[in-house]
């Protein structure tokens, strides 16, 4: 409605010159909202650090809030690893990472970081003596040397952050990385010469939103790599994995007929059934799960409908919840004896843990678990990851388990 003065002067004046007052009043109106939009929408554009939005393009804003679907159209990385920056890129060197690369050129292994040396990670006296839990499991444990199957080509991929490389990324790459066909961290800096690779995600960077930055590195993968490797693993940066007894699981006839010959989606890990319910049941994500390539396939093609939006830190239940809207279900990777290949705590902790006598389900883990065994029978003698393993431990599994003492 006009001002009041305005129609009180249209009174006085006439029903002409009251229209008259009302026509101008309306085309100054329309001129100030054109002046507005002409001078406003440039300006955004200048200062906003978006991209410009295409179809099916992702629009970052600052490192956070990525539009649930990305362009499938950008060069393969896996043909070009350094052809072109990736879709959530925010600066020139989150260019596409070249997975191959620590595999072909190893680094040797120091002992030089985590706060060790050789001469403590190899120490046979004290708490790191035949009394020490740690030395008793891993020394049940052997190493497959053995050729591998052409199905195992093995992409591996942790979750961490940048204020954390200095702490852990030497004695992962040192350690089991270098040995994995592919490796990545997915984290919130780019640094080649330590595999980091920034891959920002909706939300905040922080522990309650690992479901998003666990689904951005999942849409990397995806789309840079899914052509080049026939398995993707990921976890967190304190699992360990012995990577050979992986990919000699990877290509056991077992694996093998349970894929299909890799046409049938397969979702490996520990498997944890929530408040000891076998239809809830998910792969834990502190000893790291893994996908085939139709299962990557399949868990990418529910991103634009599961957990969009979604907040959390339980990032390996999402994944089951939306792996199972397609019938995709966790496998039961025990071995014949029942045993455990994904651990998910340190070696010495499983081999000392006992359940509860009077109230077993009163302990989560025993409630979560299906069969669970102590002692030296709770780990397979082919057992495949470690959870909790900080750099310093990283060195000693090494040391002990490759008879590097």
């Known amino acids: 409605m006009p001002p009041r003065s305005l129609l009180s002067q249209g009174k006085r004046l006439g029903r002409s010159k009251r229209d008259g007052g009302l026509f101008q009043v309306k085309v100054t109106g329309i001129l100030i909202c054109l002046l507005v939009v002409w001078v406003c929408v440039p300006l955004w554009y200048l200062i906003s650090p978006s991209t410009t939005k295409e179809p099916g393009v992702a629009v970052l804003r600052g490192n956070a809030d990525v539009a649930p679907r990305i362009d499938r159209g950008h060069e393969n990385a896996a043909l070009h690893y350094a052809a072109a920056a990736h879709p959530y890129a925010t600066h020139r060197s989150a260019e596409v990472h070249d997975p191959t690369k ?17 001469e403590h990670a190899c120490r046979l006296g004290g708490s790191h003596g035949l ?28 979750y961490t952050y940048d204020k954390q490389h200095e702490k852990v990324m030497p004695a992962l790459r040192e350690t089991w990385a270098k040995r994995c066909d592919g490796f990545m961290a997915s984290s919130t800096l780019t640094d080649e010469s330590l595999s980091t690779v920034n891959i920002p995600h909706k939300g905040p960077e922080e522990y309650n939103n690992i479901w998003q930055k666990v689904k951005s590195t999942w849409q990397y993968l ?49 498997r944890f059934f929530r408040d000891g319910l076998e239809e809830r049941q998910f792969n834990a994500g502190g000893p790291g799960y893994l996908l085939n390539r139709a299962g990557l396939k399949t868990l990418v093609g529910t991103f634009d409908h599961c957990g969009v939006d979604l907040k959390g830190f339980w990032e390996d239940v999402q994944v089951a919840q939306c792996l199972k809207g397609e019938g995709i279900h966790p496998y039961d990777t025990r071995d014949k004896e029942g045993r455990e290949r994904f651990l998910p705590f340190l070696a010495g902790h499983h081999y000392t843990y006992m359940a509860p006598k009077k109230n077993p389900l009163s302990d989560w883990y025993v409630k979560y ?28 599994y090494d040391a002990l388990l490759y008879n590097l003492c």
């Open 102 to 118: 620590l595999h072909l050129n190893p680094p040797e292994l120091k002992f030089e970081h985590g706060g060790t040396n050789k």
């Open 131 to 158: 009394g020490d839990a740690d030395y008793k499991m891993l020394d049940e444990i052997s190493i497959y040397n053995g050729e591998f199957h052409p199905s195992t080509k093995l992409m591996c991929t942790i």
């Open 222 to 270: 995806h789309d840079n790599y899914i052509d080049e490797f026939e398995w993707f693993f990921i976890g967190g940066d304190d699992v360990y994995m012995l990577v050979e007894n992986m990919k000699m699981y990877l290509g056991s006839e077992e694996i093998r007929a349970l894929t299909e010959d890799g046409t049938k989606p397969v979702y490996l890990g520990r």
């Open 369 to 396: 678990s299906i069969g669970l065994k102590e002692g030296v029978d709770c780990c397979s003698q082919s057992s495949i990851t470690f959870h909790y393993v900080k750099p310093k431990m990283m060195y000693r």
